[in-house]
């Protein structure tokens, strides 16, 4: 969080870490969506400015035809970074 107090403009550079995405940022307590960037022009007042980071997801969609199953199936979702195993099983008399 940063004040600011002077009568001039101040520019702000929001940058996630690897692996993360802007969740919110706040500006004076609003929400003012996912951005990247924000000024406070003119600045006559103090201010505040509040960035929220999340972990990036991602969908592994696992589906199995016949003569088998995957475990866990349907929509997986995965934190960035992470890893999933899933287990392969062949149906007996099949290959």
Do not use: W
């Not at 969080?1 to 690897?18: G, L, V, W």
């Not at 592994?60 to 970074?81: F, L």
């Amino acid at each position: 969080m940063s004040s600011s107090n002077t009568e001039q403009s101040e520019s702000f550079t929001i940058t996630p870490d690897s692996g993360c995405e802007i969740d919110d940022v706040l500006v004076d307590g609003s929400s003012i969506g996912k951005v990247s960037g924000y000024t406070f022009d003119n600045v006559t007042s103090n201010h505040t400015i509040e960035a929220a980071f999340k972990k990036k997801t991602y969908t592994i969609v696992a589906t199995a035809g016949s003569g088998g199953s995957i475990s866990p199936s349907g929509n997986v979702v995965v934190e960035h970074g992470s890893s999933r195993a899933s287990p392969l099983l062949q149906t007996p008399g099949t290959r």
